[in-house]
């Protein structure tokens, strides 16, 4: 496996394989000149139906004979193209544990800030559905 994603060019059935760019968003890498120049040399464009872009732990399946190009993708850029190549089950649980991410993020910030006000312990954790253990851990 490598650290980097792929541009692929696919023909036949090979074709189901990663996700066609322009159904990711914007990444930065498709302006590049490398890419551009790549392009170019296989004679598509980013919209071609043929050209697929793949995540690390999917360039194993590239086929031997598919011209091929690495690019850099940021975490977002990335997950954008995990989120869009896994299956639709998939792609629906891993939003809704983006959701629950979103909301857990500052948790323990929040719970301070609750019993600095003056909340009791028992409250927040009443009212947040934590463990009063850990409620209280996060006042020490």
Same mark, same amino acid.
């Given at each position: 496996? %490598?650290?980097?994603?792929?541009?692929?060019?696919?023909?036949?059935?090979?074709?189901?394989?990663?996700?066609?760019?322009?159904?990711?968003?914007?990444?930065?890498?498709? @302006?590049?000149?490398?890419?551009?120049?790549? *392009?170019?040399?296989?004679?598509? %464009?980013?919209?071609?139906?043929?050209?697929?872009?793949?995540?690390?732990?999917? %360039?194993?399946?590239?086929? #031997?004979?598919? #011209?091929?190009?690495?690019?850099? *993708?940021? @975490?977002? @850029?990335?997950?954008?193209? $995990? !989120?869009?190549?896994?299956?639709?089950?998939?792609?629906?649980?891993? #939003?809704?544990?983006?959701?629950?991410?979103?909301?857990?993020?500052?948790?323990?910030? *929040?719970? %301070? $800030?609750?019993?600095?006000?003056?909340?009791?312990? !028992?409250?927040?954790? #009443?009212?947040?559905?934590?463990?009063?253990?850990?409620?209280?851990?996060?006042?020490?």
């Amino acid at each position: 496996m %490598t650290d980097d994603a792929y541009l692929v060019l696919l023909s036949g059935t090979a074709a189901t394989l990663g996700v066609p760019p322009a159904a990711v968003g914007e990444l930065a890498c498709m @302006e590049t000149p490398a890419v551009r120049a790549w *392009l170019d040399a296989q004679g598509v %464009t980013a919209a071609s139906p043929r050209l697929r872009l793949l995540p690390p732990e999917e %360039t194993a399946a590239i086929p #031997e004979d598919a #011209e091929r190009l690495p690019v850099p *993708l940021g @975490e977002e @850029e990335l997950s954008r193209v $995990r !989120h869009h190549a896994a299956p639709r089950d998939v792609a629906r649980l891993e #939003e809704e544990l983006l959701a629950y991410r979103s909301c857990t993020d500052g948790r323990d910030a *929040l719970l %301070t $800030r609750a019993l600095a006000a003056g909340v009791p312990a !028992h409250r927040v954790a #009443e009212l947040t559905g934590e463990d009063l253990a850990a409620v209280k851990a996060v006042a020490r």
